[in-house]
DNA sequence: GGCCTTATTTTGATTAGTCAAAATAAATCT
DNA sequence: AGATTTATTTTGACTAATCAAAATAAGGCC
């Protein structure tokens, strides 16, 4: 069986190579995971021995098929939690992360599958993270972002890629939620500034940073 | 924070001294959490150390009352865990407490709440087993069991206490479940065998060790 | 090409948890 | 009481995961 801190490293360079099957650098690694880097490379090394990833020393990492495998697994886990945390036990969208980060590692494939049903296989979690399928898929649609899409035409907020509380709720509060439509009226790049409108609301500024985060489609 | 270790040790402090506040021996502490008797000794010098449980050398251990309130924090999450299995994923109820034993160290207790509150508040999981109240009360009342109780009048079933799959598999394919009235017909205690039936069912035997698992209370 | 900066790896220690097997104390049995 | 059996503790060793700090390699710059 995979240890908490396996599963945990092998999730994180999925996430890290978003898509992509370049190499993940062990600096980017070790953030992500919050260890120091030395404790990546040697965990890493521990991984490659067991298959699970493939390290080119001094350059980086990349999922073999089977620690794949394994990190969509966990990452199926991770969103399904926190979309049953938010559906049905109605948490708040910016606490559910933390609780996925443990219950991921905790949960059968049993309990997950159940989950799955109970939530009527949902494709994305509350903040619009594609969900694996059960049979390793990971939709790897690329989306447009409040900082480069078409200005002065409804857009749809799809996903907001960035798990911090404060970033969470701040979107809450102004309803930057999946599913709301907003327009950008105005976007000051020097400035770094975006202002947008939720139709029929007041305006709202953003840093271009910030607006980066948020995933847009055209509104039909 | 508690470790995982911890908890499970602490746990089964709690479930060995079953209710009386007398010492736990060592080697039965040991085989609860499946480590050899010297792990459990270095293990107990540590949480003695952290003023969880009291520690007399050679003689047991016991929980102090800061070790027993994690303890029955810890066991009210297993249990609604498993009430949540059952009752909400429709699982097999032989196999929840495998489940459970992880979880129980995984869900935080703003989840503990909310899930009582999503079921009702109960007073048992699906075995039976009184859940501990959250401000830390633990219902120790005293039952009869069928190897016990009286014979040729009904008795209610309120509690199963045995975890392992197989017993809790015979016992629900047989209708032997919190809950079932039955009656004990014949009780041969040098062939150490109990005979019963169900109402307006057919005739079951049991062992008298098996029988004893099984808490029961006179039907009114 | 050589120097400098930065990322990565190595080395040496530490912590939590565990086991095997030897040592010791307590109980039990002649 | 003395001997034997049984439970507990001690000792020494091991694994997984981590950090701090020194060593090393890459990549970019003059
Ligand atoms: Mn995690
Ligand atoms: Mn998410
Ligand atoms: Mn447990
Ligand atoms: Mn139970």
New binding site residues.
């Given amino acids: 069986m995979?240890?908490?801190?396996?599963e945990?490293?092998l999730k994180h360079v999925l996430l890290l190579s978003a898509g992509s099957d370049d190499l993940v650098?062990?600096?980017?690694?070790?953030s992500a995971?919050?260890?120091?880097?030395?404790?990546?490379?040697?965990?890493?090394?521990?991984l490659a021995d067991e298959g699970l990833v493939e390290?080119?020393?001094?350059?980086?990492?990349r999922l073999t098929p089977e620690g794949r495998r394994l990190a969509l697994n966990v990452l199926r886990k991770h969103r399904l939690v926190e979309t049953f945390l938010v559906n049905v036990l109605k948490m708040d969208w910016a606490k559910v992360h933390a609780e996925a980060e443990q219950l991921e590692h905790a949960i059968s494939d049993e309990v997950l599958d159940r989950l799955d049903a109970l939530l009527g296989h949902p494709q994305t979690d509350p903040h619009g993270d594609p969900i694996p399928s059960r049979q390793g898929k990971l939709s790897s649609q690329v989306y447009a972002t409040l900082a480069t899409c078409v200005t002065d035409r409804g857009v749809r907020i799809v996903r907001i890629t960035e798990q911090s509380p404060e970033f969470l709720q701040f979107a809450e509060q102004n309803g930057l939620q999946p599913g709301t439509t907003v327009r950008v009226t105005d976007r000051n790049v020097p400035a770094g500034l975006v202002t947008l409108k939720k139709s029929g609301g007041r305006a709202l500024a953003l840093s271009i940073v910030a607006a980066g985060k948020i995933l847009v489609e055209p509104a039909r």
């Fill in positions: 995979a240890t908490i801190a396996v945990n490293y650098s062990m600096g980017a690694l070790a995971v919050a260890v120091v880097p030395g404790t990546a490379t040697t965990m890493v090394k521990a390290h080119q020393p001094r350059h980086g990492v």
